[in-house]
């Protein structure tokens, strides 16, 4: 048998697909914190936690997304893509996503200050959000689009939210849900683009197995997160929690 006949052939467009969906079992709105958020089970402190935390993601996806950007020839790739940063960032007329999360956090009874301070960002957090933004940084355009994929899931946890939140965290004002119900829309609009960005660019087996993996990369950055968070606000083990406040460390 030839080395052309042992490649294994690519799988149909449709096959494909259907196994990036299938790696939806592995979102994070699986996750322990996720399920008790969802469930009514956080206190106000792991709720503001989540929030302050997330804060760093938030504002770390336009930059993300400027070096998909930054790396990509294709000018009508680019007129698409631009529309993820003026989502976040905003722009005249719309105050985009960041500023509706810091609504949020203002909502589950953080200050803007405490927000945009980054005090309560855990460092576990950081590093998973960096390694998420060096990925996009050094990795082709392709690749960086297609980590963004885990938007094909993103709808579904934002919906739980808006159906189960109001009731079971009637503290929370219902003006900080907006970014939720925004992103409904949006989501599923970039979920359009990149999926067929990646069907066409990952036409070989060899690449759709890449894409994969690169998809489990993102799954990986999103339940590390909520790891470093759980450590910090279930189990109350924050970085350095048993060192004494002395000599600057708190």
Same mark, same amino acid.
């Given at each position: 048998?030839?080395?052309?006949?042992?490649?294994?052939?690519?799988?149909?467009?449709?096959?494909?697909?259907?196994?990036?969906?299938?790696?939806?079992?592995?979102?994070?709105?699986?996750?322990?914190?996720?399920?008790?958020?969802?469930?009514?089970?956080?206190?106000?402190?792991?709720?503001?936690?989540?929030?302050?935390?997330?804060?760093?993601?938030?504002?770390?996806?336009?930059?993300?997304?400027?070096?998909?950007?930054?790396?990509?020839?294709?000018?009508?790739?680019?007129?698409?893509?631009?529309?993820?940063?003026? =989502?976040?960032?905003?722009?005249?007329?719309? +105050? *985009?996503?960041?500023?509706?999360?810091? /609504? #949020?956090? $203002? @909502?589950?009874?953080?200050?803007?200050?405490?927000?945009?301070?980054?005090?309560?960002?855990?460092?576990?957090?950081?590093?998973?959000?960096?390694?998420?933004?060096?990925?996009?940084?050094?990795?082709?355009?392709?690749?960086?689009?297609?980590?963004?994929?885990?938007?094909?899931?993103?709808?579904?946890?934002?919906?739980?939210?808006?159906?189960?939140?109001? =009731?079971?965290?009637?503290?929370?004002?219902? +003006? *900080?849900?907006?970014?939720?119900?925004? /992103? #409904?829309? $949006? @989501?599923?609009?970039?979920?359009?683009?990149?999926?067929?960005?990646?069907?066409?660019?990952?036409?070989?087996?060899?690449?759709?197995?890449?894409?994969?993996?690169?998809?489990?990369?993102?799954?990986?950055?999103?339940?590390?997160?909520?790891?470093?968070?759980?450590?910090?606000?279930?189990?109350?083990?924050?970085?350095?929690?048993?060192?004494?406040?002395?000599?600057?460390?708190?």
């Amino acid at each position: 048998m030839s080395q052309a006949e042992t490649i294994e052939k690519p799988w149909s467009r449709d096959e494909f697909e259907q196994k990036l969906r299938d790696k939806g079992r592995l979102y994070h709105i699986h996750h322990p914190l996720h399920i008790d958020m969802n469930s009514g089970k956080c206190s106000q402190k792991q709720i503001q936690g989540w929030v302050a935390n997330r804060f760093y993601y938030q504002i770390m996806i336009p930059v993300k997304d400027a070096n998909v950007m930054a790396n990509c020839p294709d000018r009508e790739v680019r007129r698409h893509w631009v529309q993820r940063i003026l =989502d976040h960032d905003g722009y005249e007329g719309a +105050e *985009g996503g960041i500023e509706a999360w810091i /609504r #949020l956090g $203002e @909502a589950v009874g953080l200050t803007k200050q405490e927000i945009v301070s980054q005090e309560h960002v855990l460092p576990g957090v950081r590093f998973a959000v960096d390694a998420y933004v060096n990925f996009a940084r050094k990795a082709s355009w392709q690749e960086a689009a297609c980590s963004s994929l885990t938007e094909l899931f993103a709808p579904t946890i934002h919906q739980k939210r808006l159906d189960s939140w109001p =009731d079971y965290y009637p503290w929370i004002d219902v +003006e *900080g849900y907006d970014y939720f119900r925004n /992103r #409904l829309a $949006e @989501a599923r609009r970039d979920v359009e683009h990149g999926l067929a960005i990646t069907l066409d660019f990952f036409n070989t087996r060899a690449l759709q197995e890449r894409a994969l993996e690169i998809l489990q990369f993102k799954l990986d950055i999103l339940w590390t997160m909520l790891d470093a968070m759980t450590m910090a606000y279930v189990y109350e083990r924050a970085p350095y929690h048993n060192i004494a406040s002395e000599g600057g460390l708190s």
